[in-house]
């Protein structure tokens, strides 16, 4: 059964890749959309008010979109993504001589150093539940003392907006894109009381608080005084 949900696991990750770097250039619309019904602005206000500091680690940066926000407060920022297409958008969106840009498998880099912020949007519902653990310890493992993560995802809410797939061992949905090739992908829609008791059960400090109706959650954490 192990080896089944890992096969399952490693399946969804490989076509959840193989969507981002085929859905490069589609990827910030929907950040437009919810722009449209002033939703993004909502989070963006939430996300002024984030402990954003130091050198920074952003994980699973995407087409950069938070990187340039990430900068004007950073004294660096090192942005990490697996997929070169999209690295190749947010080198463009984003000038900054403080921010490096490194294409890795966020579930296999380790960074050579350690930061003040760990920061990720919009990743944390990618994330297998059974891998979770191990990305909350190299995440710990990733922090300088004092440094906390700060994160932005999805609410229970979201869902309504995706085609959840039923009966899967991994929460997944399907993602369509304009040539009509649809992908799935590992979502998990966490609900921002339940990952605060999973985080505190881990030894972690945090705050999660839903934003926007419920619509997305805004998360800091501080890690174990030993990483686990």
Request: proline share 7%.
């Amino acid at each position: 059964m192990v080896g089944a949900m890992g096969s399952d696991e490693d399946a969804l990750l490989a076509e959840q890749m193989a969507y981002y770097r085929a859905g490069a250039a589609e990827y910030d619309r929907p950040y437009a959309e919810r722009e449209d019904l002033r939703e993004l602005q909502e989070v963006l206000a939430a996300a002024d008010d984030l402990p954003i500091a130091g050198d920074v680690l952003e994980l699973a940066c995407g087409t950069g979109r938070w990187t340039p926000m990430l900068a004007a407060r950073a004294r660096s920022v090192t942005a990490v993504d697996a997929s070169a297409e999209v690295l190749a958008l947010a080198r463009a969106r984003t000038e900054s001589p403080g921010v490096r840009f490194v294409q890795a498998d966020v579930f296999e880099w380790r960074p050579p150093r350690r930061y003040d912020t760990v920061f990720f949007a919009f990743w944390l519902s990618h994330v297998p539940p059974a891998r979770l653990p191990g990305f909350w310890n190299a995440v710990a493992a990733a922090l300088a003392p004092g440094g906390r993560a700060v994160f932005i995802d999805d609410g229970p809410a979201e869902a309504a907006r995706e085609d959840v797939l039923a009966d899967l061992p991994v929460p997944a949905a399907v993602r369509r894109l304009d040539d009509g090739s649809q992908y799935r992908i590992v979502k998990v829609f966490h609900d921002a009381r339940t990952l605060t008791d999973d985080l505190t059960g881990m030894g972690w400090s945090a705050h999660i608080r839903p934003v926007v109706a419920g619509n997305f959650i805004v998360g800091i954490a501080e890690p174990p005084a030993v990483p686990v």
